[in-house]
């Protein structure tokens, strides 16, 4: 399949450019509002907007604002009243205006394999439906951190149960770091320490939504995740995976500097279309064009590419299309994920069985592509994206 794009590029090229115009449109799209708190809430600021928010304040100074944010990043603090660096005057003045908000954990449940699911809600009292799902799976030697970046999807990929669940809105910078910071706590990561070592050190925006349509937040959360004053989590270590929005991927590179992953699950267009309807708009092939670019673009610090394949027996997990594969990633620094599906109530699909996928595996690492099967995590917790949210919502008698 390169091949034939390859063959066409000077099209492909004005068409990248076409999409180039509209990627400042996509990026600066602003969701529904949340509901707004009666006090600002400091958490989900870079540092520098946090000078800025401080700068006015009665009784601040220059260093009051990496003071306060090395005790919500380093130590964790969360209340104004545990900032005791600052003095009682100055936290009083703050609590006036402000408050250190990470979200309220709704639901808190662990599988048998140690996954962990969280479902959060941000002012639920207000706004019922703001609830999303954060699942942290750990592995022998690192956990990771699915987080959400909207409140359910537009993007209605079939096999997906996220794509049941109307897009209410997205989440904030605040929302989406609240995520961290909460499973943060619960694993007994704060106080920060340079010699001590952190349970949770990767996070993937694999969760509810499509990061890319949530663009100014999400990259500003990215900021405060990664700022080596606070948080300081390693670009390496955060990726984000998107269905294909094409006209923001190179921005990954240029502006963040993290890991991207690939939501692919087919090989050819038809199929695709099907499985991740956004194919409609940005194909296969523009898309493998602008993973080339993000590639070029982060230069010496690029990493491979995370291509996403959920396996559907009967549907996309043939031998042939194990080839197809290889012939599409073959010019790529490539890193596929095959990925069992992990069924729910309705969706129409079955997993492809496990000799299958190991077929299919082989084919891909004979090939030369560096290729991995996900292990099936948390089913008796439904840790499957949405599945518990949907769950909770259906007992409560709610729509979603």
Not at 199 to 210: H, L
Request: hydrophobic content about 40%; overall charge positive; aromatic content about 6%.
């Amino acid at each position: 399949m390169l091949t034939h794009f390859q063959r066409h590029v000077s099209c492909q090229l004005l068409r990248t450019r076409a999409y180039s115009v509209v990627a400042p449109e996509i990026a600066n799209f602003v969701s529904p509002s949340p509901t707004p708190f009666p006090k600002k809430n400091l958490i989900g600021l870079p540092l520098k907007d946090l000078e800025n928010e401080l700068a006015n304040v009665k009784g601040a100074k220059k260093y009051t604002a990496l003071q306060l944010w090395q005790s919500m990043y380093k130590q964790g603090v969360q209340s104004l009243d545990q900032v005791t660096n600052l003095s009682k005057d100055l936290r009083t003045e703050l609590q006036t205006h402000y408050t250190i908000h990470y979200g309220r954990v709704e639901l808190d449940k662990l599988a048998a394999d140690m996954t962990r699911k969280f479902l959060i809600g941000f002012n639920t009292h207000q706004e019922p439906g703001a609830i999303v799902e954060t699942v942290l799976i750990p592995e022998s030697k690192r956990a990771t951190l699915c987080v959400s970046s909207q409140i359910g999807c537009s993007l209605k990929c079939s096999f997906c149960h996220t794509g049941t669940q109307k897009l209410l809105r997205g989440l904030t910078a605040a929302e989406v770091v609240g995520q961290y910071m909460i499973a943060a706590h619960r694993s007994g990561d704060f106080h920060l320490c340079q010699d001590t070592k952190r349970t949770v050190s990767n996070i993937v925006f694999m969760g509810q939504g499509e990061p890319l349509y949530n663009w100014r937040h999400v990259s500003k959360a990215i900021q405060v995740l990664t700022d080596p004053q606070g948080l300081g989590l390693s670009k390496s270590k955060i990726t984000v995976s998107t269905s294909g929005v094409v006209p923001l991927i190179p921005k990954i590179a240029t502006e963040l500097g993290v890991s991207l992953a690939i939501s692919l699950h087919a090989t050819n267009n038809d199929l695709r279309n099907v499985l991740v309807p956004l194919n409609k708009t940005f194909p296969i092939e523009l898309l493998l064009e602008t993973c080339m670019e993000y590639t070029r673009l982060m230069g010496k610090n690029t990493r491979r590419i995370t291509f996403e394949y959920v396996m559907l027996d009967g549907v996309n997990d043939s031998l042939a299309e194990a080839r197809a594969l290889v012939r599409l990633l073959k010019q790529l620094p490539a890193h596929v994920n095959l990925i069992p599906f992990n069924p729910w109530p309705g969706s129409g699909y079955t997993s492809s069985k496990p000799e299958r996928i190991e077929q299919f595996a082989k084919i891909v690492v004979l090939g030369g592509i560096h290729c991995t099967v996900r292990r099936p995590r948390g089913q008796d917790i439904m840790a499957a994206c949405g599945q518990l949210k949907s769950n909770m919502s259906q007992n409560k008698g709610e729509v979603v």
